[in-house]
């Protein structure tokens, strides 16, 4: 199992970035998948989430910002990313989701890219 994230770098507030996480090694079709983002100093910070449905839900902080999508054929999860703040700075990964009862947990992450907004 493999999941790899591109499209990170440096942006202006107000600049927009695209996310991609590559998949393999499981069913990429059949998997909720979620955007979670960990910056320096601070416990990781989920911000968005597709299920395999197509259904999708985001954070607060995002919503009306970001925007996740996921291309069954290609076997790739974006997250493209409008508006953006400094407080959207962060390392931002891509996980496999899974429930245990009404609790959300990961199983699989990849290795994260680096998002930095500043002018």
């Known amino acids: 199992v493999q999941l790899l994230e591109s499209g990170g770098g440096l942006v202006q507030p107000g600049g927009s970035l695209r996310l991609s996480c590559a998949a393999s090694g499981f069913t990429f079709s059949n998997s909720a998948m979620s955007w979670v983002r960990q910056a320096p100093g601070k416990g990781p910070d989920w911000v968005s989430g597709l299920k395999s449905d197509g259904g999708t839900y985001y954070a607060d902080s995002v919503k009306g910002r970001f925007t996740m999508s996921r291309d069954n054929a290609k076997n790739i999860l974006y997250l493209q990313m409008n508006s953006l703040k400094p407080e959207d700075t962060a390392l931002y990964y891509c996980?496999?989701?899974?429930?245990?009862?009404?609790?959300?947990?990961?199983?699989?992450w990849g290795q994260g890219t680096q998002v930095t907004v500043s002018s």
């Open positions: 996980a496999r989701e899974f429930w245990i009862a009404d609790t959300k947990e990961y199983d699989y």
